[in-house]
T-cell receptor, first 115, second 112 residues
Framework: SAVISQKPSRDICQRGTSLTIQCQVDSQVTMMFWYRQQPGQSLTLIATANQGSEATYESGFVIDKFPISRPNLTFSTLTVSNMSPEDSSIYLC???WGTGGTEAFFGQGTRLTVV | GENVEQHPSTLSVQEGDSAVIKCTYS??????FPWYKQELGKRPQLIIDIRSNVGEKKDQRIAVTLNKTAKHFSLHITETQPEDSAVYFCAASNPNTGKLIFGQGTTLQVKP
């Protein structure tokens, strides 16, 4: 498996501000995804980060709130914009490769607290 | 839309007993079913997976079964140990999109 580096690992932010989370992979991957895990909950897919084009967002998530970049096959960013306490969660990037292109692995996550 | 239901939400067993967690999925196009273990404060770790052309897969104390007709899949842990205590998530993946839809999670507690 490749090494997935996600940063920052945690942050405490003021409401109304924005935070950009970075995800770096040490090899080229076809698919990258961003998930949110609210306290005590499961993982919810935010969007698919498409290389060289706009991300594909899941229902309930919009580009203005969660802009995503993916300039190449090894890097992506997720920005959480105009934050409120409800955005306090763990945000995880995930990459997919392997036989059939389906095995998924996760970055270490970013624990965000909005105050 | 795509959905994965997971049961039970919590499971408590004695050390040495077996634990079974069950999931059902809605998207008939799903063909890949991984299980993740998440310890407190850590990222989910893939522990076993199964593809739709296989009915059962085993790795030491862990096994997964798949009933594609019924859209059910299950995780079986035998001879449980305290270090098996964690939150377990099932997921289903559509080969066309690669994205994972997760179940709600099961908190497993293994009592010494």
């Amino acid at each position: 498996s490749a090494v997935i580096s996600q940063k920052p690992s945690r942050d405490i932010c003021q409401r109304g501000t924005s935070l950009t989370i970075q995800c770096q992979v040490d090899s080229q991957v076809t698919m990258m995804f961003w998930y949110r895990q609210q306290p005590g909950q499961s993982l919810t897919l935010i969007a698919t980060a498409n290389q060289g084009s706009e991300a594909t967002y899941e229902s309930g998530f919009v580009i203005d709130k969660f802009p995503i970049s993916r300039p190449n096959l090894t890097f992506s960013t997720l920005t959480v914009s105009n934050m409120s306490p409800e955005d306090s969660s763990i945000y995880l990037c995930s990459v997919v490769w392997g036989t059939g292109g389906t095995e998924a692995f996760f970055g270490q996550g970013t624990r965000l607290t909005v105050v | 839309g795509e959905n994965v239901e997971q049961h039970p939400s919590t499971l408590s067993v004695q050390e040495g007993d077996s634990a079974v967690i069950k999931c059902t999925y809605s998207d008939s196009a799903s063909n890949y079913f991984p299980w993740y273990k998440q310890e407190l404060g850590k990222r989910p770790q893939l522990i076993i997976d199964i593809r739709s052309n296989v009915g059962e897969k085993k790795d030491q104390r862990i096994a997964v079964t798949l009933n594609k007709t019924a859209k059910h899949f299950s995780l079986h842990i035998t001879e449980t140990q305290p270090e098996d205590s964690a939150v377990y998530f099932c997921a289903a993946s559509n080969p066309n999109t690669g994205k994972l839809i997760f179940g709600q999670g099961t908190t497993l507690q293994v009592k010494p």
